[in-house]
């Protein structure tokens, strides 16, 4: 089974709105990682949090991390059209085997 | 964008016929991987390079094979193509394995189409 699930699967929102994207995992982590997908490119790396973090921003990007419940969030605060994408969460581990990435939330942000 | 080029972009090919993709890179990173993205399935690994001439499995290595001569280039070779390698194969590199220190780039992907 997948070590990152994000929820929910897919998010329709209005421009100006925020939105939260949660990822769960299973294992201990050394750190995670989320990017975002625009149709028919690759993925573009977005922000890191390590295991000893709780929280990062990056300009509208708000990133959490509580590694008591394996879980993460991505806010993305006043969402514009640009913003839509389909975004992963990535866990790395202390080995430094490769990570493993979840399904993807399909983000929509409407005009 | 990270200096990583796939090609081809598109691909169409029978079932049986040998496939390569090729992945070449400008940033000098030590560490190349290659990734088929389904849907619902994410992105799982094929095989990665730490190295010239280093490579290892990954999630998902069966029917596939790899290369890499030079630190620039990283070809994954699918020996008798069939249906189920229909898929998105994203190419991407970093400085540290498993992204410890350091994200994954990648390329823009191939789209291959096994009829």
């Known amino acids: 089974s997948q070590q990152g699930e994000e929820d929910p699967q897919a998010l329709s929102i209005q421009e100006g709105e925020n939105a939260t994207m949660n990822c769960s995992y299973k294992?201990?982590?050394?750190?995670l990682q989320w990017y975002r997908q625009n149709s028919g490119r690759g993925l573009v790396h977005l922000i890191l949090?390590?295991?000893?973090?709780r929280e990062k921003h990056s300009g509208r990007l708000r990133v959490t991390l509580d590694t008591s419940k394996k879980s993460s969030s991505l806010l993305i605060t006043a969402s514009r059209a640009a913003d839509t994408a389909s975004y992963f969460c990535?866990?790395?581990?202390?080995?430094?085997?490769?990570?493993?990435f979840g399904p993807g939330t399909r983000l929509s942000v409407l005009p | 964008d990270a200096g990583i080029t796939q090609s081809p972009r598109h691909k169409v090919t029978e079932t049986g016929t040998p496939v390569t993709l090729r992945c070449h890179q400008t940033?000098?990173?030590?560490?190349m991987y290659w990734y088929r993205q389904d849907p619902g399935h994410g992105l799982r690994l094929i095989h990665y390079s730490y190295g010239v001439k280093d490579t290892d499995k990954g999630e998902v290595s069966d029917g596939y094979s790899v290369s890499r001569s030079k630190t620039e280039d990283f070809l994954l070779t699918l020996e008798s193509a069939t249906s189920s390698q229909t898929s998105v194969y994203f190419c991407?590199?970093?400085?540290?394995?498993?992204?410890?220190?350091?994200?994954?780039?990648f390329g823009n992907g191939t789209r291959l189409t096994v009829t």
């Open positions: 990535a866990t790395g581990f202390f080995n430094g085997q490769n990570f493993v």
């Open positions: 991407a590199i970093s400085e540290s394995l498993g992204g410890v220190n350091s994200p994954l780039h």
């Open positions: 949090i390590r295991s000893n973090e």
């Open positions: 940033e000098n990173h030590r560490y």
């Open positions: 294992t201990s982590i050394n750190n």
